[in-house]
């Protein structure tokens, strides 16, 4: 649950970790932040779960399958390793978020927890960006089956490339989809600097050709 306190919005918040003092660790780095509430295994139903652990094994993934099922679905990943393999694993469980523990820093889980509670994925950028040249084969392999899409793209992102494609200027995408045309510009420049490529018609024509708009 997401409540307003104020002009500040509150995303409620559950933390499982493999131990003790890593579950410890992580709800006292959070309860002090004015963006979350963090809740405990008997409160209400959390709007993002936050799981922690070294290596994603079979416990981790059974515990994720149980999250999902019990309708705590938007949950955030934070562990030691991840590769390309611990991501598929991830997003079968229904993850939307993924944090290296050396690169969690309270601010930047904060900013995952942020994106999970409005409906956008976090992944880390090398590690999406060499998934993205395979994502094809991922999802006509591996996800389609399962029923699972992964674009590899932020929802306002993929709505911005699609408009963009169909040629319309910064102006009118940010009329259409009730943006400022910096948020636009700023959408633009994440997508085309975290996957290398050269301008937004570069961007337009990667995407199309991954089939991720």
Not at 113 to 121: L, P, R, V, Y
Request: proline share 3%; aromatic share 2%.
């Amino acid at each position: 649950m997401t409540t307003i306190t104020g002009t500040i919005t509150r995303t409620t918040v559950r933390v499982y970790a493999h131990d003790p003092i890593s579950e410890a660790g992580v709800v006292s780095a959070l309860r002090p932040r004015p963006e979350v509430r963090v809740v405990g295994p008997d409160d209400e139903l959390a709007a993002v779960v936050v799981v922690v652990v070294d290596d994603v094994d079979d416990e981790t993934l059974n515990r994720l399958r149980f999250l999902r099922r019990n309708g705590e679905a938007r949950v955030i990943l934070v562990a030691s390793h991840l590769d390309d393999q611990v991501l598929v694993d991830a997003v079968e469980c229904g993850v939307v978020g993924l944090l290296r523990r050396s690169e969690a820093t309270t601010d930047r889980l904060l900013s995952s927890i942020a994106s999970a509670a409005a409906g956008e994925g976090t992944v880390p950028p090398d590690l999406l960006g060499r998934l993205l040249e395979q994502v094809g084969r991922l999802q006509r392999t591996v996800l389609d089956p399962r029923g699972i899409t992964f674009r590899g793209l932020a929802a306002r992102e993929v709505d911005v490339l699609r408009l963009v494609a169909e040629g319309w200027d910064t102006a009118q995408i940010a009329k259409e989809l009730c943006y400022s045309e910096r948020t636009v510009k700023n959408v633009l420049h994440d997508v085309t600097t975290r996957l290398q490529l050269r301008n937004r018609s570069h961007a337009v024509a990667y995407a199309v050709r991954e089939g991720l708009i």
